[in-house]
């Protein structure tokens, strides 16, 4: 019987390559993996990785199933979980401290990846389809997100379990199914097919932030230095106009109250940007909620003005290719690579078709002149009421990088009825929002094509709440800038907290009046956790809006976690 022991644990050892005597020679040398075979490639980068080895013999054990104790063990591998080895188990069937599954499977129980819900864990059982994709969910710290998005919807008719975790892997690319419309949840998995749906995975677990821009608009002298670290800027120094008379034209300065206008000593930042190499375009801004008044006395929006007719779109492209080629006279020189389109607020068909006839156009005219194309879009909401004049798919095709503003899902304004009650959930950016935004923008039919143009939008926003006996007593809602909140969260009294549902944090603090805030705002943890989701998706572009406002605070005598810039260099 102990000789029987022995041979199951050494079995076991074999089958995970624990023992020295399992490493490769080469890592191709698998002689039971034939050239060309569906998961060569899989294979390879997970023994690269130090993720698997063979099973001794210069054998692989493909066709061989997978139990639920090797699969432990690659995600803690894949994880870089600390092994641990506590003096008891956590189910009656891994009380055997000896065994090689043992610690591997005590390390996921830790780090949440399992429970306890059952008595046993049966590591020795082949791993279901199902297993492994809340196995690996629940290790990515995605257990309360499934709650949310099982009813995303999937295209999987056998799944009635699990659907939130299997929603998920589906999403991030970990499985594809066993057919167009099932999923096969029972199904066991052998090594090749378990490894195959790991690296899908592992590649976008590990990668890194691979492209960081900036906007540079309204006030952002005081962090010019931090585009240093990046790879583009777009300076936010021109508005989109149109008028009956003139057509559509390119306002860089501050008539008619634009906000969005050349700078005086503008070649402080522009020489700045030259200096350290950052190329910097021309951000073009426009939205719906202007109105223009037409030459036949009716009234439309400043988007439709320019964006229905041939004519003005021609016109518009033709103000900004002037204003990209123009000679600056104190700059000696034209101060940009290219331009980023930010027209908002766009709704309807009518305006989708013509904001890509428009796009289409610039990006030929562009493209003759050598200089880049970015593009900020709204993200596609999953209650349905969104601005749904952005085709993803053709702004892709046309951009060189497409900026999702995935922010800003708070209200303004509390509705009237929810005012005298608790309700005070309205974070900025909720992570089950920006799961569908990301979600919708990568998808495969509609989204944009090519995911490494994606970029992912952060904002440095605040809202919150008068309150008083811990109602909301206001309907408006207060906002603070990034130094303000520093100022609270260092003022003795106010109270951090952070919700792991929407991973945002919120501040509360008390007014000398007897009221108090709840304040929603975005700090380390909650931009990690974005970045990190938007990854899975494949999305390693990070875009921030805007500098001069980006918390670059140190920890005080406590963890504040408001130093997002290091947070975000911290990710590339």
């Known amino acids: 019987?102990?000789?029987?022991?022995?041979?199951?644990?050494?079995?076991?050892?074999?089958?995970?390559?624990?023992?020295?005597?399992?490493?490769?020679?080469?890592?191709?040398?698998?002689?039971?993996?034939p050239d060309g075979h569906w998961a060569e490639a899989s294979i390879t980068e997970a023994v690269q990785q130090g993720l698997v080895k063979g099973i001794g013999g210069n054998k692989f054990g493909l066709g061989i199933k997978i139990t639920r104790g090797e699969f432990a063990l690659l995600m803690c591998r894949m994880m870089g979980w600390d092994l641990v080895t506590p003096a008891s188990g956590s189910y009656d069937d891994n009380q055997d401290t000896t065994a090689w599954y043992y610690s591997a499977v005590e390390t996921a129980y830790l780090n949440g990846a399992v429970t306890a819900e059952n008595k046993n864990f049966r590591p020795r059982d082949a791993i279901t389809r199902e297993e492994m994709a809340v196995m690996l969910v629940r290790a990515l710290g995605y257990t309360v997100l499934s709650g949310v998005v099982q009813d995303y919807g999937l295209p999987f008719k056998d799944v009635s379990t699990n659907k939130g975790y299997i929603t998920i892997a589906y999403d991030i690319g970990m499985t594809k199914g066993t057919t167009s419309v099932t999923f096969s949840p029972r199904q066991t998995a052998s090594r090749e097919e378990a490894i195959t749906m790991l690296m899908r995975v592992y590649d976008k677990y590990a990668s890194k932030i691979t492209w960081l821009h900036g906007f540079y608009a309204i006030s952002?002298?005081?962090?010019?230095?931090?585009?240093?670290?990046?790879?583009?800027?777009?300076?936010?120094?021109?508005?989109?106009?149109?008028?009956?008379?003139?057509?559509?034209w390119l306002n860089t300065t501050g008539s008619d109250s634009n906000e969005y206008k050349i700078p005086s000593g503008y070649t402080l930042a522009t020489d700045y940007f030259k200096q350290e190499?950052?190329?910097?375009?021309?951000?073009?801004y426009m939205d719906t909620s202007r109105k223009v008044t037409l030459s036949d006395g009716t009234q439309t929006d400043m988007c439709s003005a320019v964006l229905l007719t041939a004519a003005a779109r021609t016109q518009a492209v033709s103000a900004i290719v002037n204003e990209v080629t123009k000679i600056y006279s104190e700059a000696g020189a034209n101060i940009y690579s290219g331009v980023t389109?930010?027209?908002?607020?766009?709704?309807?068909?009518?305006?989708?078709?013509?904001?890509?006839?428009?796009?289409?156009?610039?990006?030929?005219?562009?493209?003759?002149?050598?200089?880049?194309l970015y593009v900020t879009v709204p993200p596609v909401t999953a209650d349905g009421v969104y601005y749904d004049g952005y085709d993803y798919k053709a702004i892709g095709n046309a951009a060189d990088e497409v900026i999702l503003m995935a922010h800003d899902y708070n209200a303004d304004t509390m509705d009237a009825v929810l005012v005298g009650t608790g309700f005070t959930a309205t974070p900025l950016t909720p992570l089950e929002q920006v799961y569908y935004a990301l979600r919708e923008i990568t998808d495969p039919d509609t989204g944009v094509a090519d995911t490494s143009k994606i970029v992912l939008a952060l904002s440095m926003d605040s809202v919150g709440w008068h309150m008083q006996n811990e109602k909301v007593i206001d309907a408006a809602s207060v906002s603070l800038t990034p130094s303000e909140i520093y100022t609270k969260l260092t003022t003795a009294g106010a109270v951090m907290h952070y919700?792991?549902?929407?991973?945002?944090?919120?501040?509360?603090?008390?007014?000398?009046?007897?009221?108090s805030v709840l304040l929603w705002y975005e700090d380390a943890r909650s931009v990690e956790a974005k970045i990190k989701l938007a990854r899975l998706f494949g999305?390693?572009?990070?875009?921030?809006?805007?500098?001069?406002?980006?918390?670059?605070?140190?920890?005080?005598?406590?963890?504040?976690?408001?130093?997002?810039w290091s947070e975000i260099l911290s990710e590339r």
């Open 341 to 372: 389109i930010d027209f908002e607020g766009m709704k309807g068909s009518a305006l989708k078709e013509g904001f890509t006839a428009f796009l289409n156009e610039l990006n030929t005219a562009l493209d003759k002149l050598g200089k880049t």
């Open 277 to 284: 190499g950052v190329p910097a375009n021309l951000s073009v």
């Open 1 to 33: 019987m102990k000789g029987k022991i022995i041979a199951l644990l050494l079995a076991g050892a074999l089958c995970l390559g624990l023992l020295p005597g399992t490493a490769l020679a080469a890592v191709a040398g698998f002689t039971d993996v």
């Open 220 to 248: 952002s002298y005081s962090q010019k230095e931090l585009a240093a670290d990046m790879d583009a800027v777009s300076l936010g120094w021109s508005r989109m106009e149109y008028s009956a008379g003139t057509g559509a």
């Open 499 to 515: 919700s792991e549902r929407y991973q945002n944090p919120y501040i509360t603090y008390n007014n000398t009046d007897g009221t």
């Open 539 to 564: 999305v390693t572009g990070v875009s921030v809006w805007r500098l001069g406002t980006i918390p670059t605070y140190d920890d005080d005598v406590k963890p504040l976690y408001f130093n997002i």
